[in-house]
């Protein structure tokens, strides 16, 4: 069907790439100009060529390519063109392309022509020629095209070039692994002989050691457990080496798998009872199955070694046996422990993989991968997933008979033990000894280490000269050394929970916390770590495996120090923790001491004449108070002669109404309740009258034959204390000036927050009345205008109130105070404030409220400061609700007590001392004027002022009111 030709007729006239299309033109022809323009915007090379090859038409990315002109080519043989200029073979091969298609044959082939930048670079394209038909099936056109392939061509080579690096390397990695195999085979091989020489002699030794004490069978089941663990990791590196070198082979046996169980089950009964785990066997009573009998015991003693490894004690362990339908069995082994994290159920079975993400994880991550070989060696599955009720369960589906074709020998293998060589169960705890023992003058060391033979073991090297203290891990140990600090402490670095380089810098970093030396025991031989622990935290390293006598001289040393400084600081009165400075320091005390003999010589003549001439008086006193000895001062001071005032009680000569107290004082001195004190007294002279004196009193210790003295210092203040009582009033005033000039400094330092308002009240005020001015005054500008400058005054006016408070605060105006109605008035003054902030208060009082005297006005101003300032300080306070509490008790002294309460983030420590003073304010933008003031009023009241340091939450800020 041909289309309407007013449906394919442009609208106006369209010009496209230099093809101009008329509104005007024929249908043919406007189909012509069309397929040019189709033609033209093509990016393949695309032409049209007559049988022999001529050029008939040309699309102009082909020709924009080859920097040539569609005159150039047209008429012209399609091979001598400038995209062909590459080669005369090039040409030749499109000659022969050409005569070939004309035969009505499709040919293709890839080219490098001239086709980019004008004809200045080559490119790489598809070229093919399809030979186009007439109505009567005669070839009548050749159609070249032609496809950039430039980038494929060179991705190909890359994606070659790396196939071939990557095949190399796999190669290599494979060599590579093949070397590491035999490598872990014949080092197993060789472990195994010297393993051997070391199980038997001590398996020796402990069947025939009949009169072997505790201490040597406890070395010999160290031995013993440690070497069955060793050879345990040999037996796993081999199994795995012939695995991996396909020359694993299966031994089937028809067995009671049951019975298996129970047998294998039966050799951790030891390990149970003693970490009292409950270990069960459910299921079938009997089950027969052909399997590799030996690698089926690894695959059960494996999986209850893992299981008693992560059951805490006190736990459960429970193994399952049962068939399943397909001919297959099920054993499943679970466990009450920590169970198996969802992200490691999919690598659990990997090689070297352990099931806790800890450092200081036991196990060579070999058990549960020597399972999954052993099971795929049976054609079986393996699988873990959580328990019911907590941990892991581990299940095994096997089945149940051997392939066909597979020797089954018969009888079971029941002449065989169920835990042959190498699958040895957990054995039961080594003997713990009689550990921390305290034994008095011995040095204390403290030993964390995780592993529990090697902490049995450090404890037998190193209990016969210290008091040992064990710990599984370093935050124990962290616990244990700050509760009672040791004189060494031996940590491993690879611990759970802490690491020992975490325990020994957590110490480092507190203050409070001795010099004592650190030895680390670790297994990793890293030079840098090593140097690096040296440099900054620890006193020793050792590498295991270590000699135990190398252990006990190193230790012997580092005590021997630590206890060298300790005597040292002690009798220089030192901190310093070097012995270099110490042995400095004590050749220099014992210069000092011989210079101080000299000076305390000359000393002693200058005492006796200053106590003889001094004009204060000085007297020592037996513990009744009686004098021994007196200056001439003080003799002249009490009117007693030389020889009259020894034996003379100090506390008799004291006024009567002072007797009482300067007797407890004296006896206090000689208890050891205070070391001295000093009193304003009067003393009784012995021709009457008082004398007024300052009086310091200390004790005087023992010395040789002589018990412990009163020294007495006496100073005769008869004249001063009237003038004293005439400089009272005057110290009153001074206060008061004082103030006036703290209020001038206050002001100097304020003008700018005074001056910055008024002037916006000023700019705002012109502005109103520039508004009012207009033809149509703008009465809403006018508004907003005038309660700017409202805000502006008020903030200076409140300024200047404080500070007219803070001069006039000794002007006190008392009358009856109802105290519901003030704390009403001033929550509703400060309603806005408190919804704006979203405080919540709440109000206490007494049932019925006290009575109070006092000036309402300057209690309300006391009370706003403190609710302004806890609102301030829960601003910033999002993640709980903000809650504002004021109480009203009655104070136990009289009179009421006043506290607010905030539960912001409190008042920082060191600021107790300063908060109450002129100036000082904890805020950015606080003039530190609210507390000041406050502290005045409550203080005119004749009351007090303080932060409650109580513990609770916030700031509590209380003061008093007493009766008037």
Known sequence: MIPDDDICRVARRTSVRGVVIEAGDARDVRRQKMARIILDSMYQFLGLLDLDGTVLEINQAALNGAGVGLEDVIGRPFWEARWWEVSEEVRQRVREMIATARTGQFVRCDFEVFGDLQGSRTIVIDFSLTPILDDEGEVAFLLPEGRNITEKIAGNAELSRKNSELQGALERLKELDGYKTRFFANVSHELRTPLALILGPVDQLIKDGTGLGERERFRLAAIQRNARSLLQQVNNLLDLARIDADRMPMAYVNADLVALVREIAAGFEAAAEDRHISLGLRGEDELYAEVDRAKFVRVMANLLSNAFKFTPAGGRIACQVESVPGGRVLIGVQDTGPGVPDAMKAHIFDRFTQGRDDPGAGGSGLGLNIVKEFVDLHRGTVVVMDAPGGGALFQVELPARAPEGAFVRSGGGKDMPALAEGAFPLAPDLPRPATEVFHPGKPKVLVAEDNPDLRLFLYDVLSDEYNVILREDGEAAFQAAIADPPDLIITDLMMPRWGGERFVRALSERRDFPNVPVLVLSARADDALRENLLEHLVQDYLTKPFSAQELRARARNLVTVKRTVDILQRELNSQASDILELTAGLVASRKSLQRSFAALQVSDRRWQGLYENTAVGIALADRDGKILSANPALQRMLGYARDEIVGVSLIELTAPCERGLTERNVHGLFDGDFPSYTVQKRYEKKEGGYLWANVSASRIPAMDEDGPMLAVIVEDITARMEAERSLAATRAELTRVARFTAMGELVASIAHEINQPL????????????????????????????????????????????????????????????????????LQMLQLMLTEAGVDPCVRLPDPPPRLIADAVQLQQVLINLIVNAVDAMREQSERARLLQIDVVADPAGGLRFSVRDNGPGVAAGSDARMFEAFFSTKPDGLGMGLAISRSIVENHGGRLWLARDGGPGACFEFTIPDN
């Open 759 to 826: 002037a916006a009240v000023i700019t705002n005020s012109q502005a109103a009345l520039r508004w009012l001015s207009h033809d149509e005054p703008n009465l809403v500008e006018v508004a907003a205008a005038l309660q700017r400058a409202n805000r502006d005054a008020s903030l200076a006016g409140a300024v200047i109130s404080r500070i007219r408070g803070f001069l006039r605060a000794g002007q006190i105006r008392r009358a009856p105070v109802d105290l519901a109605r003030m704390l009403d008035e001033v």
